[in-house]
C-alpha cells in the first residue's frame, strides 16, 4: 500500500540486509532500518519496530536467513530459532513461521540452505500478501450487503492495527475496507487509539490517511455509545491466534468491543490468514498473555513543537500499573471469522469446514 503515493511493502531482503519501516517511529518520522544479524530481528520484535502477527511472523523468517548468512552452524541455528519464538509470546505466527523455516532447512546441505532460506522467507511474505487480498475480496461481501441495504456510507470500527502495516501488505481487518474503498463504496473507519502503545492512531489512521480513506479516532471507551447510536454498522478486528474454537486472541480491549457488539445487534467479524490458527490448544486460558513495560502506560510519546520526539510521564511516580497487552474475545461473540479462504463461523466446524 502507499505513503506518500509510493508502494511499499512492510518487509523486503535488499543487498544482504532486512528491510523493515521502524513502526516505533510513525506516524511522525518514516525510517528505514536494516537489520543485519538475527539479533536486530529479535530485538525489532521485541521493541515492536515490528508488530502484528503476520509481520513479526515474517521477520523472524527473515530472521532465520540472517542467522545463516551469520553462521551457518546447527547448534546457532537453533539457538536463534528458539530466541526468535520466545521475542513475543501471544502471536502464533512466531512460531508457525520458524517451524515453517525449519522444516524447510533440515537435511539441506550447507552449500544451498541460504538459498532455500531465502526462497521460503519470501514464499511466506508472498503467500501472506496472497492470503491478505482474499480476505479483502471476501470481507468485500459482508460491506456490499450492509451497503446494499443502508444506501449510505458503511461505519466500520476496528481496534488497534490489523492493518497493511501489520502483515506484508493489505492487512487483515482493513483488507475489505481497502477493497471497498476500491469499489467505490463509501466507508468511513472509527479507529479506536488503542492505549497504551496507540497502535490505532499512530498506524491505522495514519495508513487509512495514506490510502484516502475517511476515518475518525475515538478513545477506546467510546465505541459503546457510538453503538448505542446507530452509528457503527460493523466491527472488523484482527487476531494474534484464533483457536481451532474460535476464541480470539487480540489487542487488550477487543474483548469489551465485542460485548458492546453483541448488546447492540451489531455484527463483530474477526479477520485471519490462517498462519494464525493455533490448531493445538482448545483452552482459551492457555494462551499465553503478553505483560509489557508499565512504562508504556505511566508514558507517553510524541512530538513536540521543535519536531522532535518526546516522551513524557502522566502517571503519580508512586503508582503501579498493569500492561496486558491481549485479552480473549469468546467464539460466541464473534458473528464470523472472515479467512483467505472465505468467511465461516466462529467454531471448530466453522474453522475445520474450510481448512481441514
Ligand atoms: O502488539 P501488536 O501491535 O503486535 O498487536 C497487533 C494486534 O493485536 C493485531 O490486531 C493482530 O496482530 C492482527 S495483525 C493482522
Not at 76 to 93: C, E, V, W, Y
Not at 171 to 186: E, F, L, M, V
Not at 223 to 252: E, F, P, Y
Not at 314 to 331: E, H, Q, R, V
Request: with cysteine.
Amino acid at each position: 500500500m502507499k505513503i506518500e503515493g509510493k508502494n511499499y511493502r512492510t518487509i523486503w531482503f535488499e543487498n544482504n540486509v532486512v528491510k523493515i519501516i521502524d513502526q516505533t517511529k510513525l506516524p511522525h518520522k518514516f525510517i528505514i532500518k536494516d537489520l543485519k544479524a538475527v539479533k536486530d530481528a529479535i530485538n525489532a520484535i521485541k521493541v515492536m519496530e515490528v508488530r502484528g502477527a503476520p509481520l513479526i511472523g515474517a521477520t523472524a523468517a527473515y530472521g532465520m536467513v540472517l542467522a545463516i548468512i551469520e553462521k551457518n552452524d546447527q547448534s546457532f541455528l537453533k539457538k536463534s530459532a528458539q530466541d526468535l519464538i520466545n521475542s513475543r509470546p501471544t502471536a502464533i505466527n512466531l512460531k508457525w513461521a520458524v517451524d515453517r523455516m525449519i522444516k524447510k532447512l533440515s537435511g539441506v546441505n550447507s552449500d544451498k540452505i541460504l538459498e532455500i532460506a531465502l526462497k521460503e522467507a519470501s514464499d511466506i511474505c508472498e503467500e501472506d500478501v496472497k492470503f491478505c487480498k482474499n480476505i479483502g475480496l471476501n470481507g468485500l461481501k459482508i460491506i456490499e450487503e450492509i451497503h446494499k441495504k443502508k444506501k449510505d456510507t458503511v461505519n466500520i470500527l476496528t481496534h488497534c492495527n490489523a492493518g497493511w502495516l501489520a502483515t506484508i501488505d493489505w492487512g487483515t481487518a482493513t483488507s475489505p475496507i481497502y477493497h471497498a474503498h476500491q469499489k467505490g463504496i463509501k466507508v468511513h473507519v472509527w479507529v479506536d487509539e488503542t492505549r497504551p502503545r496507540n497502535q490505532g492512531a499512530n498506524l491505522t489512521s495514519y495508513e487509512l490517511n495514506e490510502e484516502g480513506i475517511e476515518n475518525t479516532i475515538i478513545t477506546d471507551n467510546a465505541g459503546g455509545i457510538l453503538m448505542q447510536r446507530g452509528q457503527v454498522d460493523m466491527c472488523i478486528v484482527g487476531t494474534d491466534r484464533t483457536l481451532s474454537t474460535g476464541d480470539v486472541a487480540n489487542k487488550i480491549g477487543t474483548y469489551l468491543k465485542a460485548l458492546a457488539a453483541k448488546d447492540n445487534n451489531v455484527p463483530f467479524y474477526v479477520a485471519l490468514p490462517s498462519s494464525t490458527i493455533d490448531w493445538n490448544i482448545k483452552d482459551f486460558k492457555k494462551i499465553p498473555i503478553e505483560e509489557r513495560n508499565s512504562e508504556e502506560l505511566s508514558h507517553l510519546e510524541g512530538i513536540d513543537e521543535n519536531k522532535n520526539l518526546k516522551k513524557i510521564r502522566i502517571y503519580p511516580k508512586k503508582s503501579k500499573a498493569l500492561n496486558l497487552a491481549f485479552d480473549i474475545t469468546p467464539a460466541k461473540y464473534v458473528t464470523g471469522l472472515i479467512t483467505e479462504k472465505g468467511v465461516c463461523e466462529a467454531s471448530e466446524k466453522g474453522l475445520k469446514g474450510l481448512f481441514k
